[in-house]
Each structure stands twice: as C-alpha cells, then as structure tokens.
C-alpha cells in the first residue's frame, strides 16, 4: 500500500470512529449517568467494585480499578475507592485455572471477596465470555448489583446482568476504543458525585 492509501485509510478509521463516538454519546448517555450513580452509590455505602475483563479488556479492568484507587487527574487529590481488578493476580488466576478450570478464575474471586451491597462490573467487547458469564452467576447469588461494559449486541452478558452500555459496533478495536472513553466518563463522574 503506497503511502497515499496509507493516510486516506487512516482518515477513513478516524472518520467512522469519530461517529461511533457520537452514536455511542447519543444512544448510552443516560445508561452512563445512572450507571455512575450506581458506582457512587455503591461507594458511597460502604461497598466496592469488583471489576473483571479478558485481554484487552482485562487491562482496561486494570486501568479503571486503577483510576478509582488512585484518582483519575492531579487536578482532583481525594481519597482512595475501594475497587479490586480482578485481573492482576497472577497466583490466584493461575492457581483457580489449574486447579478449577479459567472458566472459574472470576467467579471464584467473587465468590471470596465479593460481598452483598458491592458491584462486579464486567468488561466484555463480545459479552460471551464463559469466566464472565460464571462471575456474574455468583455474583447475582451472593447478592451483589452487576454493571457491564459490552460490545456488538451485549451477548449473553447483555441479558444478565442489571445495567449496561453496549457499544454497537463489530470491530474489537472500536468497542475497546469507546470501552476506555466510557471507564474515564465514569471515575469522573463519580468523583463528581463523592467528592
């Protein structure tokens, strides 16, 4: 591809991400909204989030836990939110996928740390993620809210769990895109509401 192409397909990309953006806003504005009251209100009681992924989403699990902890700009300093990515231990997800299968690895998490009146949040671009699926079983059992970020048409993970954003597009890379956007909508709006 001569270089020309090049720059005319990367404007292209930009082009319909930057409608996706806008057609994301239109259609989850108000999910985004009351989904941040439900974080702070989860917060704001004496619970804590909960937040699992697998692979792109895994790190942005780890990036929004990561946000919440320490504080999303040096403009805000406040105190620390109680919020655990469940994708960062190494020892607990091999162990869980050695001894009970990877399916386990979320769900026996929540079983151990999650308590009712917390939240699992799930990330998710296809929202059919069996390890998912299964946290989100026991997290509706030990009584905790459920909250998704999805892709595509939500998946099985659409019909499960309580709120969710989809973003209504096919291409992994555009609903990770958006996923990101919405997580940085998120901690501010809820540091909005807490502090």
């Known amino acids: 591809m001569k ?20 057609t994301v806003m239109e259609q989850t504005a108000r999910n985004l909204l009351d ?9 704001g009681s004496g619970g804590k989030i909960l937040i699992a992924g697998n692979g792109g989403s895994a790190a942005d699990a780890s990036h929004f836990a990561g946000e919440m902890v320490v504080r999303l700009s040096a403009q805000k300093n406040r105190q620390s939110l109680p919020t655990i990515a469940l994708t960062t231990d190494a020892a607990v997800i091999t162990a869980c996928g050695n001894d009970y299968g990877f399916e386990h690895i979320f769900a026996r998490q929540v079983e151990g740390l ?11 671009t296809s929202g059919n993620s069996l390890n998912l699926i299964k946290a989100v079983q026991i997290a509706h059992e030990k009584g905790l809210l459920t909250v998704g970020l999805l892709g595509n048409e939500g998946g099985k993970l659409g019909k499960m769990i309580e709120r969710k954003i989809v973003i209504p597009h ?10 990101i956007f919405i997580i940085h909508l998120l901690v501010e709006l809820v540091e909005s509401d807490l502090f």
């Open 3 to 22: 270089k020309e192409k090049k720059i005319a397909y990367l404007k292209k990309v930009a082009g319909e991400a930057a409608r996706l953006r806008k």
């Open 35 to 43: 989904i941040s009251a439900v974080i702070s209100g989860v917060l």
């Open 114 to 124: 999650g308590n009712k009146g917390d939240m699992l949040f799930v990330i998710s």
């Open 170 to 179: 096919s291409s992994t890379q555009r609903i990770q895109e958006e996923h």
